[in-house]
């Protein structure tokens, strides 16, 4: 139980800093079979050498001890990490990391040493082997289970990472200590009475903010996510883990200081020939939003088409309730549900005029909403002349993500269109169910312009400055022969080699950060 406890508690610890990509995750995993083996190998030997009960003890309460110490000591120096990449300091960032593979290494090794060492302990006749053992085994697997959701369902979401790992960490010391009590008094007495010394360990480093960053007004960990929000000038920030890219932003009044990502997704009906009423009627009377996280886009929606019917879908109820919070989301129009993007959606009515869809983890789209049958069932979901815009993010020089997301669409609407957003790493990729072109956005700009009424005075000149970002950043829509299906969508190993080739093109200095 403690191990894997210990296994997602380093995770998501990890993933406060470097994100939440399938390295980071493979990495947590392939660091602990490494020290596990190292464990087995070493707890055989030792259980061989001195088959003592109250040696298999210390052993217990020397790994629940190490577990509580060593995973404080890495929220302590991921915090420090955390400080270092929001500078973009590498010798800071490196030393950190090394410092939680040592961390990592001495409780799981410890934890690994704890199963062989049972066995032997256990094993008195070579004939019942087979059958204590197999009994060993399944009390582990069954404290696997344990580890496996209670942190990750419960503990970490209501207590935090650090109270999880003290909790289960405390757990295996009382049943390293009792060991010892009935192996000998002073054995126990003494084992207490270095467990006393985690005291000040855990008030000093048991406290305080998972992160410090400027301007920082909130922080929470929910199920999925390390949960920030960061206030710089009149503008409330929403960053999700590592904090490299912000998902959802919030200025006093309502003030869109810059047409962003979400801005230009909002310019996709337009790419219909709508003729004369495109300045009379809006275009848009029901939307999906997939990804809503603390509300920015179904809010500017309302902005410029008024208060029409939003479906927005969200996976994770914290970022909601930081969205009431700290971002305003309180629009009756908008309809919040939480669950998966692709599962929601088509769960809906249907027959919506835009359905967008942002669903980063950075810098990773769930695959699942990327492939050719999913954007079947967002197809069956739209209007007649219904549009979808998805967010999709490259690098300067590397468009190869955006080019297989433009094939994958091509399989299902007539008609693609390309937006690169500018001062970001983010094409807006726009599918239309009508054949359509690159020009009806320019047309409607032009009509809209000319009117005295309708949704662009309405919008206040929110979606006229919408127009002229999108058209002076449109981009021809380009296929690779790449196309995701639900059989196969090599998304991440894509996404991998692209961030890589960007780092190393372009160094750490390249990542966004707040301002991306």
């Given at each position: 139980m403690t191990t894997l406890a210990v296994e997602f508690v380093t995770s998501r610890m990890l993933q406060a800093v470097y994100g939440t990509s399938n390295i980071v995750w493979a990495n947590v995993i392939g660091l602990v079979l490494l020290f596990l083996t190292a464990g087995y190998f070493l707890g055989g030997r030792l259980a061989d050498r001195n088959p003592s009960p109250r040696t298999f003890y210390a052993l217990v309460t020397a790994a629940a001890f190490s577990s509580i110490f060593f995973l404080l000591l890495t929220s302590l120096l991921l915090r420090q990490a955390a400080s270092a990449l929001a500078a973009v300091n590498v010798g800071a960032i490196a030393s950190s990391l090394a410092g939680v593979v040592f961390a990592l290494a001495v409780p799981v090794t410890l934890l690994g040493c704890l199963s062989p060492f049972a066995i032997r302990l256990a094993v008195r006749d070579v004939?019942?082997?087979?059958?204590?053992?197999?009994?060993?085994?399944?009390?582990?697997?069954?404290?696997?289970?344990?580890?496996?959701?209670?942190?990750?369902?419960?503990?970490?979401?209501?207590?935090?990472?650090?109270?999880?790992?003290?909790?289960?960490?405390?757990?295996?010391?009382?049943?390293?200590?009792?060991?010892?009590?009935?192996?000998?008094?002073?054995?126990?007495?003494?084992?207490?009475?270095?467990?006393?010394?985690?005291?000040?360990?855990?008030?000093?480093?048991?406290?305080?903010?998972?992160?410090?960053?400027?301007?920082?007004?909130?922080e929470t960990e929910s199920a999925y996510n390390y949960i920030q929000v960061v206030r710089q000038q009149d503008c409330n920030f929403l960053l999700l883990n590592e904090g490299q890219a912000y998902h959802s932003y919030y200025c006093d009044g309502g003030r869109v200081p810059r047409i962003s990502v979400w801005s230009v997704m909002l310019a996709a009906p337009y790419f219909n020939d709508l003729g004369a009423s495109a300045a009379e009627d809006s275009p848009v009377r029901r939307m999906a939003v997939v990804g809503l996280a603390a509300g920015t886009i179904p809010k500017q929606a309302t902005q410029i088409f008024g208060p029409i019917a939003v479906d927005g879908i969200e996976l994770d109820p914290e970022i909601v309730q930081a969205g009431r919070d700290y971002f305003a989301l309180d629009e009756p129009n908008i309809n919040v549900i939480i669950g998966d993007g692709r599962?929601?959606?088509?769960?809906?009515?249907?027959?919506?005029?835009?359905?967008?869809?942002?669903?980063?983890?950075?810098?990773?789209?769930?695959?699942?909403?990327?492939?050719?049958?999913?954007?079947?069932?967002?197809?069956?979901?739209?209007?007649?002349?219904?549009?979808?815009?998805?967010?999709?993010g490259r690098a300067p020089e590397d468009r190869r993500l955006v080019e297989a997301m433009t094939a994958t669409m091509?399989?299902?609407?007539?008609?693609?269109?390309?937006?690169?957003?500018?001062?970001?790493?983010?094409?807006?990729?726009?599918?239309?169910?009508?054949?359509?072109?690159?020009?009806?956005?320019?047309?409607?700009?032009?009509?809209?312009?000319?009117?005295?009424?309708?949704?662009?005075?309405?919008?206040?000149?929110?979606?006229?400055?919408?127009?002229?970002?999108?058209?002076?950043?449109?981009?021809?829509?380009?296929?690779?022969?790449?196309?995701?299906?639900?059989?196969?969508?090599?998304?991440?190993?894509?996404?991998?080699?692209?961030?890589l080739r960007y780092l190393l093109q372009e160094g750490p200095e390249g990542l966004p950060g707040l301002s991306g």
């Open positions: 004939g019942e082997a087979g059958r204590i053992s197999g009994r060993i085994y399944a009390v582990s697997t069954w404290g696997s289970l344990l580890g496996t959701y209670l942190p990750v369902l419960l503990v970490i979401p209501l207590a935090g990472s650090r109270a999880a790992a003290v909790i289960f960490g405390a757990v295996l010391l009382l049943a390293g200590l009792g060991g010892l009590w009935r192996s000998g008094r002073r054995a126990g007495l003494t084992g207490a009475a270095l467990s006393l010394l985690l005291v000040p360990a855990i008030l000093a480093w048991g406290r305080g903010p998972v992160k410090s960053y400027p301007g920082q007004i909130f599962y929601e959606l088509n769960r809906l009515p249907g027959d919506y005029d835009l359905i967008t869809i942002d669903a980063y983890k950075v810098p990773y789209i769930p695959w699942h909403l990327t492939t050719r049958q999913f954007f079947e069932e967002v197809d069956a979901q739209l209007a007649a002349d219904g549009v979808v815009a998805v967010n999709v091509a399989t299902v609407f007539p008609s693609i269109h390309a937006v690169d957003v500018p001062g970001a790493l983010n094409t807006i990729l726009i599918a239309t169910r009508q054949p359509t072109s690159d020009a009806n956005l320019q047309r409607n700009a032009e009509r809209l312009s000319a009117a005295t009424s309708g949704p662009a005075v309405a919008a206040d000149g929110l979606l006229l400055a919408v127009f002229d970002v999108a058209a002076a950043n449109l981009v021809p829509a380009t296929a690779s022969e790449l196309v995701f299906t639900d059989e196969r969508a090599p998304l991440e190993t894509l996404v991998d080699s692209l961030v």
